[in-house]
Protein backbone atom coordinates (compact mmCIF):
# COMPACT_ATOMS: atom_id res chain seq x y z
CA UNK A 1 0.00 0.00 0.00
CA UNK A 2 1.48 3.62 -0.98
CA UNK A 3 1.67 6.05 1.55
CA UNK A 4 -0.85 7.89 -0.35
CA UNK A 5 -3.23 5.85 1.54
CA UNK A 6 -2.73 6.52 4.60
CA UNK A 7 -4.32 9.57 6.57
CA UNK A 8 -1.68 12.42 7.44
CA UNK A 9 -0.07 11.41 11.37
CA UNK A 10 -1.97 13.54 13.69
CA UNK A 11 0.12 15.89 16.10
CA UNK A 12 -1.55 14.09 19.55
CA UNK A 13 0.61 17.23 21.36
CA UNK A 14 -1.50 20.26 19.46
CA UNK A 15 -4.60 21.45 20.86
CA UNK A 16 -7.79 21.96 18.54
CA UNK A 17 -9.84 24.50 17.53
CA UNK A 18 -13.40 24.71 15.83
CA UNK A 19 -14.01 24.64 12.27
CA UNK A 20 -13.80 28.02 10.83
CA UNK A 21 -17.24 29.88 10.92
CA UNK A 22 -18.26 27.28 13.70
CA UNK A 23 -18.73 29.11 17.02
CA UNK A 24 -18.48 27.82 20.61
CA UNK A 25 -21.14 29.94 22.45
CA UNK A 26 -19.92 29.85 26.06
CA UNK A 27 -20.86 31.55 29.73
CA UNK A 28 -21.78 34.43 29.79
CA UNK A 29 -22.75 34.82 26.38
CA UNK A 30 -24.80 31.44 26.39
CA UNK A 31 -26.70 32.91 28.90
CA UNK A 32 -28.27 35.76 26.58
CA UNK A 33 -29.04 32.83 23.99
CA UNK A 34 -30.95 31.15 26.77
CA UNK A 35 -32.93 34.32 27.76
CA UNK A 36 -33.74 35.34 23.97
CA UNK A 37 -34.70 31.24 23.32
CA UNK A 38 -36.81 31.72 26.15
CA UNK A 39 -38.66 35.24 25.09
CA UNK A 40 -39.52 32.91 21.40
CA UNK A 41 -41.22 29.77 23.47
CA UNK A 42 -42.89 32.26 25.41
CA UNK A 43 -43.89 34.11 22.40
CA UNK A 44 -44.77 30.63 20.43
CA UNK A 45 -47.28 29.44 23.51
CA UNK A 46 -49.23 32.85 23.44
CA UNK A 47 -49.85 31.68 19.37
CA UNK A 48 -50.29 28.49 19.77
CA UNK A 49 -47.78 27.40 17.20
CA UNK A 50 -46.36 23.87 18.51
CA UNK A 51 -42.15 22.81 18.38
CA UNK A 52 -41.35 20.19 15.52
CA UNK A 53 -37.65 19.11 15.30
CA UNK A 54 -36.38 17.61 12.35
CA UNK A 55 -32.78 16.10 11.62
CA UNK A 56 -29.67 17.94 10.88
CA UNK A 57 -28.68 15.77 8.07
CA UNK A 58 -31.36 14.80 4.69
CA UNK A 59 -31.22 13.32 1.79
CA UNK A 60 -29.57 16.11 -1.00
CA UNK A 61 -32.20 15.64 -3.29
CA UNK A 62 -34.48 17.47 -0.56
CA UNK A 63 -32.71 20.61 -1.53
CA UNK A 64 -31.80 20.30 -4.95
CA UNK A 65 -35.85 19.79 -5.66
CA UNK A 66 -37.15 22.25 -2.74
CA UNK A 67 -34.82 25.05 -3.27
CA UNK A 68 -33.19 24.66 -7.16
CA UNK A 69 -29.85 23.81 -8.71
CA UNK A 70 -29.31 27.45 -9.57
CA UNK A 71 -29.68 29.00 -6.40
CA UNK A 72 -26.80 29.96 -4.45
CA UNK A 73 -27.09 27.74 -1.90
CA UNK A 74 -27.35 24.81 -3.94
CA UNK A 75 -24.68 25.63 -6.21
CA UNK A 76 -21.86 27.06 -3.89
CA UNK A 77 -23.08 26.66 -0.21
CA UNK A 78 -24.08 23.73 0.75
CA UNK A 79 -21.89 21.14 2.96
CA UNK A 80 -22.80 17.99 0.94
CA UNK A 81 -21.29 14.48 1.10
CA UNK A 82 -21.84 11.16 0.27
CA UNK A 83 -22.70 8.14 2.80
CA UNK A 84 -19.69 6.22 3.17
CA UNK A 85 -21.33 3.10 4.31
CA UNK A 86 -24.07 3.16 1.65
CA UNK A 87 -23.36 5.86 -0.67
CA UNK A 88 -25.97 7.57 0.00
CA UNK A 89 -25.95 11.68 -0.75
CA UNK A 90 -26.73 14.04 2.08
CA UNK A 91 -26.42 17.29 3.25
CA UNK A 92 -26.10 19.41 6.45
CA UNK A 93 -29.34 21.32 6.53
CA UNK A 94 -28.64 24.89 4.67
CA UNK A 95 -32.94 25.93 5.89
CA UNK A 96 -35.60 25.07 7.81
CA UNK A 97 -38.49 24.49 5.79
CA UNK A 98 -37.49 22.04 3.33
CA UNK A 99 -36.74 19.46 6.07
CA UNK A 100 -40.30 20.36 7.73
CA UNK A 101 -42.31 20.02 4.42
CA UNK A 102 -40.42 16.40 4.14
CA UNK A 103 -41.31 15.53 7.79
CA UNK A 104 -45.14 16.57 7.10
CA UNK A 105 -45.75 14.28 3.59
CA UNK A 106 -43.77 11.21 5.14
CA UNK A 107 -45.99 11.22 8.30
CA UNK A 108 -48.98 12.68 6.96
CA UNK A 109 -49.22 14.92 9.65
CA UNK A 110 -51.81 17.21 8.26
CA UNK A 111 -54.01 14.38 7.78
CA UNK A 112 -55.87 15.87 11.09
CA UNK A 113 -55.96 19.11 9.75
CA UNK A 114 -53.90 22.44 9.37
CA UNK A 115 -50.68 22.75 11.68
CA UNK A 116 -49.15 25.67 13.51
CA UNK A 117 -45.43 24.90 14.11
CA UNK A 118 -41.82 26.02 14.88
CA UNK A 119 -38.47 25.46 15.49
CA UNK A 120 -35.03 26.41 16.45
CA UNK A 121 -32.31 24.82 13.92
CA UNK A 122 -28.51 24.81 13.25
CA UNK A 123 -27.72 25.14 9.60
CA UNK A 124 -24.60 24.95 7.49
CA UNK A 125 -23.54 27.28 4.80
CA UNK A 126 -20.20 26.87 3.29
CA UNK A 127 -19.78 31.07 2.93
CA UNK A 128 -17.07 33.04 3.78
CA UNK A 129 -17.29 33.95 7.46
CA UNK A 130 -18.09 37.01 8.99
CA UNK A 131 -19.30 39.22 11.77
CA UNK A 132 -23.29 38.08 11.54
CA UNK A 133 -22.47 35.48 8.74
CA UNK A 134 -21.20 32.22 9.62
CA UNK A 135 -20.83 28.37 8.56
CA UNK A 136 -23.08 27.32 11.61
CA UNK A 137 -25.38 29.49 12.52
CA UNK A 138 -29.03 29.26 14.15
CA UNK A 139 -32.84 30.39 13.14
CA UNK A 140 -35.59 30.39 14.51
CA UNK A 141 -38.56 29.11 11.82
CA UNK A 142 -42.06 29.50 12.16
CA UNK A 143 -44.79 27.78 9.60
CA UNK A 144 -48.56 27.60 9.62
CA UNK A 145 -49.55 24.64 7.37
CA UNK A 146 -52.39 24.12 5.59
CA UNK A 147 -54.15 27.87 5.95
CA UNK A 148 -54.70 29.56 2.67
CA UNK A 149 -55.92 32.94 3.93
CA UNK A 150 -54.29 36.18 4.29
CA UNK A 151 -55.46 36.67 8.30
CA UNK A 152 -52.68 33.77 8.88
CA UNK A 153 -50.03 35.93 6.71
CA UNK A 154 -51.10 38.91 8.68
CA UNK A 155 -50.98 37.04 12.31
CA UNK A 156 -47.38 35.61 11.33
CA UNK A 157 -46.45 39.28 10.49
CA UNK A 158 -47.64 40.47 14.09
CA UNK A 159 -46.07 37.94 15.39
CA UNK A 160 -43.04 39.11 14.78
CA UNK A 161 -43.59 42.81 16.11
CA UNK A 162 -44.77 41.08 19.49
CA UNK A 163 -41.86 39.50 19.53
CA UNK A 164 -39.67 42.77 18.83
CA UNK A 165 -41.81 44.41 21.77
CA UNK A 166 -40.97 41.53 24.01
CA UNK A 167 -37.22 41.89 23.51
CA UNK A 168 -37.20 45.99 23.84
CA UNK A 169 -36.89 46.99 20.07
CA UNK A 170 -39.62 49.61 19.06
CA UNK A 171 -40.91 48.86 15.15
CA UNK A 172 -40.24 51.87 13.13
CA UNK A 173 -37.12 52.78 14.75
CA UNK A 174 -34.74 49.57 14.87
CA UNK A 175 -36.80 46.87 12.67
CA UNK A 176 -39.38 47.97 10.06
CA UNK A 177 -41.13 46.45 7.92
CA UNK A 178 -41.36 45.53 3.73
CA UNK A 179 -43.98 44.00 2.28
CA UNK A 180 -44.78 43.04 -1.17
CA UNK A 181 -46.95 40.14 -3.04
CA UNK A 182 -45.26 37.70 -5.41
CA UNK A 183 -48.23 36.97 -7.24
CA UNK A 184 -49.11 33.42 -8.48
CA UNK A 185 -47.40 31.22 -10.92
CA UNK A 186 -48.94 32.52 -14.47
CA UNK A 187 -48.23 36.20 -13.27
CA UNK A 188 -44.83 35.57 -12.00
CA UNK A 189 -44.71 34.02 -15.77
CA UNK A 190 -45.67 37.06 -17.74
CA UNK A 191 -43.23 39.10 -15.33
CA UNK A 192 -40.29 36.57 -16.12
CA UNK A 193 -40.77 37.16 -20.01
CA UNK A 194 -40.97 40.54 -19.33
CA UNK A 195 -37.46 40.64 -16.94
CA UNK A 196 -35.74 38.89 -19.60
CA UNK A 197 -36.72 41.00 -22.31
CA UNK A 198 -35.42 44.32 -20.41
CA UNK A 199 -32.34 42.77 -19.30
CA UNK A 200 -31.58 41.30 -22.65
CA UNK A 201 -31.79 44.48 -24.45
CA UNK A 202 -28.83 45.70 -21.42
CA UNK A 203 -27.08 42.62 -21.92
CA UNK A 204 -23.86 44.81 -22.05
CA UNK A 205 -24.42 45.89 -18.78
CA UNK A 206 -24.79 42.89 -16.64
CA UNK A 207 -22.12 40.80 -14.22
CA UNK A 208 -21.24 37.67 -14.75
CA UNK A 209 -23.32 36.51 -12.49
CA UNK A 210 -26.42 37.76 -13.93
CA UNK A 211 -25.57 36.57 -17.13
CA UNK A 212 -25.65 33.64 -15.60
CA UNK A 213 -28.85 33.87 -14.08
CA UNK A 214 -30.70 35.27 -16.97
CA UNK A 215 -32.65 32.86 -17.77
CA UNK A 216 -32.44 30.42 -14.90
CA UNK A 217 -33.47 32.92 -12.87
CA UNK A 218 -34.12 36.26 -13.75
CA UNK A 219 -35.65 37.35 -10.63
CA UNK A 220 -32.41 37.11 -8.35
CA UNK A 221 -30.88 39.64 -10.55
CA UNK A 222 -33.13 42.47 -8.57
CA UNK A 223 -31.47 41.42 -5.39
CA UNK A 224 -27.83 42.73 -7.43
CA UNK A 225 -26.19 44.71 -5.04
CA UNK A 226 -23.35 45.75 -7.80
CA UNK A 227 -23.71 49.66 -7.59
CA UNK A 228 -23.29 49.36 -11.47
CA UNK A 229 -26.37 47.85 -11.81
CA UNK A 230 -28.66 49.44 -9.77
CA UNK A 231 -30.16 52.17 -12.31
CA UNK A 232 -31.20 49.09 -14.69
CA UNK A 233 -32.69 47.06 -11.67
CA UNK A 234 -34.86 50.21 -10.82
CA UNK A 235 -35.70 50.70 -14.54
CA UNK A 236 -36.95 46.41 -14.62
CA UNK A 237 -40.89 45.78 -14.81
CA UNK A 238 -42.40 45.77 -12.00
CA UNK A 239 -44.01 42.19 -10.48
CA UNK A 240 -47.10 44.05 -9.47
CA UNK A 241 -48.30 45.22 -12.50
CA UNK A 242 -48.60 41.99 -13.33
CA UNK A 243 -50.55 40.89 -10.71
CA UNK A 244 -54.70 40.05 -10.96
CA UNK A 245 -57.51 40.76 -9.35
CA UNK A 246 -57.06 37.99 -6.70
CA UNK A 247 -53.79 38.59 -6.05
CA UNK A 248 -54.45 42.10 -5.50
CA UNK A 249 -57.32 41.22 -3.18
CA UNK A 250 -54.89 38.88 -0.78
CA UNK A 251 -52.59 41.88 -0.37
CA UNK A 252 -54.88 43.96 0.50
CA UNK A 253 -57.01 41.78 2.92
CA UNK A 254 -53.29 41.49 4.64
CA UNK A 255 -52.76 45.37 4.50
CA UNK A 256 -55.99 45.43 5.70
CA UNK A 257 -55.12 43.70 9.25
CA UNK A 258 -51.94 45.60 9.47
CA UNK A 259 -53.45 48.57 9.38
CA UNK A 260 -55.99 47.83 11.80
CA UNK A 261 -53.63 46.84 14.35
CA UNK A 262 -51.44 49.71 13.53
CA UNK A 263 -48.32 48.64 12.00
CA UNK A 264 -46.41 50.61 9.21
CA UNK A 265 -44.83 48.99 6.70
CA UNK A 266 -43.76 50.02 2.87
CA UNK A 267 -44.68 48.74 0.01
CA UNK A 268 -41.27 47.22 -1.66
CA UNK A 269 -41.94 46.29 -5.65
CA UNK A 270 -38.46 45.15 -5.72
CA UNK A 271 -38.77 42.60 -2.54
CA UNK A 272 -39.15 39.38 -4.31
CA UNK A 273 -37.95 35.22 -3.93
CA UNK A 274 -35.71 33.36 -6.44
CA UNK A 275 -37.59 30.56 -5.80
CA UNK A 276 -40.74 28.85 -8.17
CA UNK A 277 -43.05 27.76 -4.88
CA UNK A 278 -43.15 31.48 -3.35
CA UNK A 279 -46.50 32.86 -4.27
CA UNK A 280 -48.72 35.92 -2.85
CA UNK A 281 -47.63 37.66 0.38
CA UNK A 282 -43.63 38.26 1.03
CA UNK A 283 -41.82 40.42 3.65
CA UNK A 284 -39.48 41.38 5.63
CA UNK A 285 -38.10 43.02 8.56
CA UNK A 286 -34.97 45.33 8.23
CA UNK A 287 -32.78 47.42 10.32
CA UNK A 288 -30.47 50.08 9.66
CA UNK A 289 -28.19 48.98 12.33
CA UNK A 290 -25.71 46.19 11.33
CA UNK A 291 -24.75 48.03 7.82
CA UNK A 292 -25.29 45.77 5.16
CA UNK A 293 -26.87 43.20 7.06
CA UNK A 294 -30.22 44.71 7.11
CA UNK A 295 -32.17 41.92 7.18
CA UNK A 296 -33.10 40.10 10.78
CA UNK A 297 -36.72 38.43 9.56
CA UNK A 298 -37.66 37.25 5.87
CA UNK A 299 -41.18 35.54 5.88
CA UNK A 300 -43.78 34.88 2.83
CA UNK A 301 -46.30 32.21 1.20
CA UNK A 302 -45.11 29.59 -0.05
CA UNK A 303 -48.16 27.16 -1.52
CA UNK A 304 -46.28 25.35 -4.17
CA UNK A 305 -43.64 23.44 -2.12
CA UNK A 306 -45.72 20.49 -0.53
CA UNK A 307 -46.85 19.47 -4.42
CA UNK A 308 -42.70 20.45 -5.36
CA UNK A 309 -41.29 18.05 -3.21
CA UNK A 310 -43.66 15.20 -3.70
CA UNK A 311 -47.33 15.66 -1.23
CA UNK A 312 -50.52 16.90 -2.27
CA UNK A 313 -50.90 20.61 -2.92
CA UNK A 314 -50.92 22.49 0.47
CA UNK A 315 -50.84 26.34 1.26
CA UNK A 316 -48.50 27.55 3.54
CA UNK A 317 -46.67 31.17 5.48
CA UNK A 318 -43.88 30.87 7.27
CA UNK A 319 -40.92 33.20 8.42
CA UNK A 320 -37.30 32.72 9.42
CA UNK A 321 -35.05 34.52 11.42
CA UNK A 322 -31.44 34.29 12.25
CA UNK A 323 -30.60 34.04 16.00
CA UNK A 324 -26.90 35.69 15.78
CA UNK A 325 -27.89 38.44 13.99
CA UNK A 326 -30.59 39.17 16.36
CA UNK A 327 -28.08 38.65 19.19
CA UNK A 328 -26.15 41.57 17.29
CA UNK A 329 -29.08 44.04 16.67
CA UNK A 330 -30.08 44.24 20.30
CA UNK A 331 -26.60 44.57 21.29
CA UNK A 332 -26.31 47.43 18.67
CA UNK A 333 -29.60 48.67 20.21
CA UNK A 334 -28.28 48.63 23.69
CA UNK A 335 -30.98 45.87 25.24
CA UNK A 336 -29.43 44.38 27.92
CA UNK A 337 -29.81 40.92 29.47
CA UNK A 338 -31.36 40.26 32.35
CA UNK A 339 -28.38 38.92 35.54
CA UNK A 340 -28.40 35.44 35.55
CA UNK A 341 -27.80 34.60 39.09
CA UNK A 342 -28.22 32.25 41.78
CA UNK A 343 -30.69 33.16 44.51
CA UNK A 344 -28.49 31.52 47.07
CA UNK A 345 -24.20 30.47 47.73
CA UNK A 346 -23.71 28.49 50.11
CA UNK A 347 -20.78 28.77 52.00
CA UNK A 348 -18.99 25.23 53.47
CA UNK A 349 -16.13 26.10 55.87
CA UNK A 350 -15.51 21.95 56.08
CA UNK A 351 -15.57 18.58 55.43
CA UNK A 352 -17.91 18.22 58.39
CA UNK A 353 -20.31 20.88 57.47
CA UNK A 354 -20.96 19.18 53.78
CA UNK A 355 -24.04 16.69 54.73
CA UNK A 356 -25.87 19.23 56.45
CA UNK A 357 -25.38 21.96 53.72
CA UNK A 358 -26.07 19.69 50.83
CA UNK A 359 -29.72 18.41 52.51
CA UNK A 360 -30.03 21.83 52.81
CA UNK A 361 -29.33 23.07 48.79
CA UNK A 362 -31.29 20.10 47.74
CA UNK A 363 -33.99 21.23 49.95
CA UNK A 364 -34.20 24.71 48.34
CA UNK A 365 -33.84 23.58 45.13
CA UNK A 366 -37.01 21.24 45.64
CA UNK A 367 -38.50 24.60 46.42
CA UNK A 368 -37.56 26.18 43.43
CA UNK A 369 -34.62 28.67 44.38
CA UNK A 370 -31.41 28.55 42.11
CA UNK A 371 -28.52 27.59 45.00
CA UNK A 372 -24.72 27.52 44.32
CA UNK A 373 -22.88 25.39 46.63
CA UNK A 374 -19.13 26.24 46.80
CA UNK A 375 -17.09 22.90 46.14
CA UNK A 376 -14.30 21.66 47.59
CA UNK A 377 -10.76 22.53 45.83
CA UNK A 378 -7.56 19.95 45.83
CA UNK A 379 -6.35 21.74 49.10
CA UNK A 380 -9.26 21.74 50.92
CA UNK A 381 -12.76 24.31 50.91
CA UNK A 382 -10.63 27.42 50.92
CA UNK A 383 -11.02 29.92 53.44
CA UNK A 384 -14.21 31.85 55.15
CA UNK A 385 -12.33 35.02 53.18
CA UNK A 386 -12.08 33.20 50.02
CA UNK A 387 -15.54 31.70 50.06
CA UNK A 388 -17.04 35.32 50.29
CA UNK A 389 -15.58 36.85 47.57
CA UNK A 390 -16.90 33.89 45.54
CA UNK A 391 -20.38 34.39 46.85
CA UNK A 392 -20.24 37.89 46.06
CA UNK A 393 -18.68 37.62 42.57
CA UNK A 394 -21.50 34.36 41.97
CA UNK A 395 -23.98 37.76 41.68
CA UNK A 396 -26.57 35.68 44.80
CA UNK A 397 -28.75 37.46 46.95
CA UNK A 398 -28.11 35.89 49.83
CA UNK A 399 -25.04 33.61 51.25
CA UNK A 400 -25.68 30.83 53.89
CA UNK A 401 -22.96 29.83 56.35
CA UNK A 402 -22.92 26.25 57.31
CA UNK A 403 -20.33 27.33 60.45
CA UNK A 404 -19.57 25.22 62.88
CA UNK A 405 -21.04 27.54 65.80
CA UNK A 406 -24.27 27.05 63.51
CA UNK A 407 -24.59 23.65 63.13
CA UNK A 408 -23.98 22.95 66.56
CA UNK A 409 -27.45 24.66 67.13
CA UNK A 410 -29.50 23.46 64.08
CA UNK A 411 -29.25 26.54 62.58
CA UNK A 412 -27.66 28.35 59.45
CA UNK A 413 -26.49 31.88 59.51
CA UNK A 414 -28.50 33.69 56.61
CA UNK A 415 -26.04 36.60 55.33
CA UNK A 416 -27.65 39.12 52.40
CA UNK A 417 -25.03 40.33 49.72
CA UNK A 418 -26.94 42.57 48.11
CA UNK A 419 -28.67 44.96 51.00
CA UNK A 420 -25.71 46.50 52.83
CA UNK A 421 -28.08 47.40 55.44
CA UNK A 422 -29.89 44.22 56.46
CA UNK A 423 -28.64 41.97 59.28
CA UNK A 424 -27.15 38.64 59.10
CA UNK A 425 -29.51 36.07 60.83
CA UNK A 426 -29.61 32.58 61.69
CA UNK A 427 -32.87 29.76 60.42
CA UNK A 428 -33.44 26.76 61.48
CA UNK A 429 -32.42 23.76 59.90
CA UNK A 430 -35.44 21.97 60.34
CA UNK A 431 -37.19 23.95 58.84
CA UNK A 432 -35.91 25.29 55.44
CA UNK A 433 -39.03 24.68 52.98
CA UNK A 434 -40.67 27.43 55.36
CA UNK A 435 -37.80 29.71 54.83
CA UNK A 436 -37.40 29.26 51.41
CA UNK A 437 -40.32 31.49 50.35
CA UNK A 438 -38.20 34.50 51.68
CA UNK A 439 -35.22 33.85 49.87
CA UNK A 440 -36.91 33.37 46.31
CA UNK A 441 -36.72 36.61 44.48
CA UNK A 442 -39.78 38.87 44.44
Given amino acids: MTSGCHPPVEDMSEPLQAVKGMNDILPPESARWEWFEAKVRALM???????????????????????????????????????????????????????????????????NGPLRLWTEVAVFRHERPQKGRYRQFHQIDVEALGHPGPDVDAEQILMCRALWRDLGLVEGRDVRLELNSLGQAHERLAHRAALIEHFEAHVEELDADARRRLHSNPLRILDSKNPAMQAL??????????????SLAHLDAVRAVLDAAGLEYRINPRLVRGLDYYNLTVFEWITERLGSQGTV???????????????KPTPAVGWGMGIERMLLLLDAVGVPTPASAPDVYAVVPSDAALPAAMRACEALRAEGLAVQMHARGRDGWGSMKSQFKRADASGARFALIFGDAELAQGEVALKPLRDPDAAQRSLALTAVADWAGTLAPA
Fill in 297 to 311: CGGGRYDALFEQLGG
Fill in 233 to 246: VEAAPQLTDFLGPE
Fill in 45 to 111: ARYAYANVRTPVVEPTALFVRGLGEVTDIVEKEMYSFEDSMNGDRLTLRPEATAGIVRAMIEHNALY
